[in-house]
């Protein structure tokens, strides 16, 4: 795979395992779910690595001191319904004053395009920045899209965050918004014939919301 400037691709050992145990086939729902929420924690954690900070001053129990609290434009999270909302409370619980936008988009089974059947995002959303959350990046399609949806309406600082991605979705994604920053926990083998990434984990709306 080639090296995209605006690609992160996660090393840390607690998203690697957490990763491995979501893969297998016997992990429940609930479990899933779990452990979707707790990647996306640690993967936005990362993403989050160059807010800007501003000085402010605190009074500790001791004495008046300067301190840096987070400074510039808010943050949106948008994800990819359905399985994007797994991962907003991860983020959240990280940026708990974040507001939330909804995309909704769904592979169409036998062309494998995206169609996109709701966007509700916050009215102010061009001033802020915006986290796409989506579990699976395959052929790429479903990120492109959201992300073109978004800047069509002037966002303009935008990063993806995702759990796994094929090969062949990146390529997409970093050439489709190469200023979009985009972080993945694992980066897997390819696509089978279907479009599901391989190895992968399945699909994962089905997986965490019951429907299969
Ligand atoms: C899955 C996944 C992504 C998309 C990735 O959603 O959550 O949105 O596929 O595939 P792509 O990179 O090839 O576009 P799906 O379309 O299955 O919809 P769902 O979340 O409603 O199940
Ligand atoms: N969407 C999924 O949920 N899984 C895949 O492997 C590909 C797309």
Not at 68 to 94: E, F, N
Not at 117 to 134: A, G, S
């Amino acid at each position: 795979m080639e090296n995209y400037s605006n690609l992160t691709v996660m090393t840390h050992p607690l998203i690697q395992h957490k990763i491995s145990i979501l893969r297998n086939k016997t992990t429940g729902c609930k479990q899933f779910r779990e452990l979707v929420e707790e990647i996306a924690i640690l993967i936005a954690f990362e993403a989050t690595r160059d807010l800007p900070l501003t000085d402010t001053e605190v009074e500790t129990p001791i004495c008046k001191t300067k301190a840096k609290i987070i400074g510039g434009k808010k943050l949106t999270v948008v994800p990819i319904l359905r399985a994007g909302l797994g991962m907003v409370d991860g983020v959240l619980s990280l940026v708990p004053s974040a507001k939330v936008g909804h995309i909704g988009l769904y592979r169409d089974h036998e062309t494998l395009k995206p169609v996109e059947y709701y966007f509700k995002v916050p009215p102010e959303i061009v001033n802020r920045q915006v986290i796409v959350v989506d579990p699976m990046l395959a052929t790429g399609g479903s990120a492109v899209d959201a992300i073109d949806s978004l800047k069509q309406r002037g966002v303009t600082d935008i990063k993806f965050m995702c759990i796994i991605a094929a090969p062949e979705g990146i390529k997409a994604l970093c050439e489709a918004h190469p200023d979009v920053k985009v972080y993945v926990g694992t980066v897997d083998e390819k696509l089978n014939e279907n479009g599901y990434i391989v190895p992968g984990l399945g699909d994962a709306g089905d997986r965490i919301f019951g429907t299969k």
